[in-house]
């Protein structure tokens, strides 16, 4: 496709539940970043992938969250073990450059837990 | 890490320019300034980006001061579907080599008939 792809677009997870969510960035793109946003706040940073390489994870809130891109193209986010405050769209973005280059972002995945 | 500040919100008509202003007082030699516009149950969308004095594509012009510490985004003769979050961010290059770009609560732009 032409863009960022996410998958599942929604998400209901039962607390404690694992949930995987899904990153398909624009083909090419050597960066890839994840954001959580909260109902009425900015995208807050998660974590920074340059090819397969995760540079930046000190966005990630806790140990239960995981994220990998383990042949530089499709990413995953894993969340182990959910919690209600995890409630959340998670947005992926990917640009084809480093530094200070446009990053397109996906629509988000909205994940609820209950 | 630079930070942003930019109003909560803003009202403006259908027809009329609208600016919007975003301070980033710490903002680091190597950073760019780059907005974004967001729709309810939407990604972020790249609007433009500037380092220096004025940029301008077919949407929308940004305009920095020499000092950087602020920049204006300025939307020509806005419309009902420019009711959007619109996002200030300044690219943020870490010591260890990568970036990120740090999002603020945003300007939300509502435009009235």
């Known amino acids: 496709g032409a863009g960022v792809s996410q998958s599942p677009r929604y998400k209901v997870a039962k607390r404690g539940q694992d949930v995987a969510l899904r990153c398909d960035p624009i083909s090419g793109h050597v960066s890839l970043f994840w954001y959580q946003q909260a109902l009425g706040q900015g995208p807050e940073f998660l974590t920074y992938?340059?090819?397969?390489?995760?540079?930046?994870k000190s966005g990630l809130p806790s140990d239960r969250f995981f994220a990998e891109r383990p042949e530089g193209s499709v990413s995953t986010l894993k969340i182990q073990r959910t919690q209600q405050e995890d409630s959340a769209v998670y947005l992926c973005a990917s640009s084809l450059g480093t530094l200070n280059t446009e990053a397109f972002f996906g629509q988000g995945t909205r994940l609820t837990v209950v | 890490l630079a930070k942003t500040t930019q109003p909560i919100s803003m009202d403006s008509y259908e027809g009329q320019e609208v600016n919007i202003t975003c301070s980033h007082n710490?903002?680091?030699?190597?950073?760019?300034i780059t907005w974004y516009q967001q729709f309810p149950s939407q990604g972020p969308r790249f609007i433009i980006q500037g380092y220096k004095t004025k940029v301008t594509n077919e949407v929308a012009s940004l305009f920095i001061p020499a000092d950087r510490k602020s920049s204006t985004l300025s939307l020509p003769r806005v419309s009902l579907s420019d009711t959007a979050v619109y996002y200030c961010l300044v690219g943020a290059s870490t010591t260890s080599g990568t970036y990120k770009y740090i999002f603020g609560t945003g300007t939300r732009l509502k435009v009235l008939a």
């Open positions: 710490n903002i680091a030699t190597n950073d760019y």
């Open positions: 992938f340059q090819n397969e390489a995760q540079l930046d």
